[in-house]
Each structure stands twice: as C-alpha cells, then as structure tokens.
C-alpha cells in the first residue's frame, strides 16, 4: 500500500478553520484518499473521500492536488468537539475488500 | 440502526487464559473487518470477511488468533493463551456492498495481567 505522511500534532483556536495536510507522493492512479478521525475512547469515524476531484460534506472539505501526491482536509470552523486523531490513508482495491491501513494520523488540539 | 455493537467494552484476563469478544455489525453490511489498536498508534487490521467467508488474515493474526462470522451476521474473536502482549483495544469494523465507508465499533479493551 502506498503510505501516507502527516504532521504528528497540530494546534487550532476554536470556531477558526483547520487545515490538516497529507502527503502521499507514491499514490497510484486508481488509490482513493479517505480521512477518518477517532475521538478519544471511540472507535474511527468515516469524514470524507475522494479520488481526484475536490469533495464538500457536511463535516468537511477535501482538498486534492492536481499532482495527486497532496491532500488537505480542511474543517471549517474548528469545535472544541473536533479535537481527535485525524487519519489520511490510501485505499486501492485488494483482497481485502475496502480494508484500510491506518497510520497514526494527526492528532488535533483545539482550543476555547 | 444502532450502528456496530462490539462486547463487552473491556475484559480483564490473567495471562494464559482464553477470551473471546463479539462484533454485531449493521444490519446489511455483508463486510466485517476486525483491528487492533495499541495506545498511540493507529489501529492495525487483522482480518476480513465477506458474508461468512474470511478472506484475509494478517501476519499479525497469530495461531492463537481466530475468528468466525457464523450465517454471515456477527462476529467472534478469540484468543487463546493470552499474553501481554495482546493488551490492547479490538475494533470491529462493517461496511455495506454498495459503500466505501467503514463504521466502526467502540471497540473491547483488553488487559492482560
């Protein structure tokens, strides 16, 4: 599986946007990027996906480079609820289903 | 739809001995994937099934490690003669044919004294 790279730690002020970057130089062409995040003592939660094009949800937006080899996902206005790990992980089809493997993400500290 | 019920929440066991946690995915979802989660790490997959068959185990799934998706409904993990190893938090993940998302479970919080 490709592999992804994020900062370990990042820090926001409530009600600001937060700006989570991932870099994945090695994606192929037919790897999906999917951010979860997992709040403490939960198991993950689904955010957002994409393939190429930039995607909206009601929880965030995903920002692809034209290259592929980036990703942001961009929360719009940080709550003190959004403080978790947030994970970047490549997803290609294999026998595993849609099995994701998990790096250890970036943990987000947001402030009052 | 109360989403993915993993039990119990926590299990505390001596070393040596036997346990076995259960998954109850949604309702629907035909794929069933179990993880591993050590403290400050991201959770690691173990294995996958789809309906009642598994289809993949990781190498991280030893022979003390077995699982079983019984009619292709719930799930159960065992492991056999535990060590301290195994301490940790056991994800259960489902997921529907027609859907990339996975939900995930709370998870069982192992202790292994």
């Known amino acids: 599986d490709a592999k992804t790279t994020q900062p370990n730690s990042m820090e926001s002020n409530e009600e600001e946007p937060v700006h989570l970057p991932c870099n994945h130089s090695t994606i192929s062409g037919t790897d999906y990027i999917h951010w979860y995040r997992q709040l403490p003592s939960q198991g993950p939660e689904y955010v957002i996906h994409?393939?190429?094009s930039n995607v909206n949800n009601r929880m965030a937006s995903l920002a692809i480079a034209e290259d592929r080899k980036s990703s942001t996902l961009i929360l719009h206005r940080a709550t003190l609820r959004d403080a978790a790990v947030y994970y970047c992980?490549?997803?290609?089809?294999?026998?595993?289903?849609?099995?994701?493997?998990f790096g250890k993400g970036t943990s987000l500290l947001v402030t009052p | 739809d109360t989403g993915v019920s993993q039990n119990p929440r926590h299990k505390i066991t001596k070393r040596g001995q036997n346990v076995t946690f259960r998954c109850d995915p949604i309702s629907e979802h035909n794929r069933l994937y179990w993880y591993r989660q050590t403290l400050g790490q991201g959770p690691e997959f173990l294995t996958y099934?789809?309906?009642?068959?598994?289809?993949?185990k990781s190498r991280l799934l030893s022979d003390r490690f077995s699982a079983e998706r019984p009619k292709g409904s719930f799930s159960t993990l065992e492991i056999q003669r535990t060590e301290q190893g195994d301490s940790a938090m056991y994800l259960c993940?489902?997921?529907?044919?027609?859907?990339?998302?996975?939900?995930f479970g709370s998870g069982t919080q192992l202790s292994v004294l």
């Open positions: 099934f789809q309906n009642e068959a598994q289809l993949e």
């Open positions: 994409g393939l190429t």
């Open positions: 993940a489902s997921s529907h044919p027609d859907s990339e998302k996975l939900f």
């Open positions: 992980i490549l997803r290609g089809y294999s026998n595993s289903g849609y099995a994701l493997n």
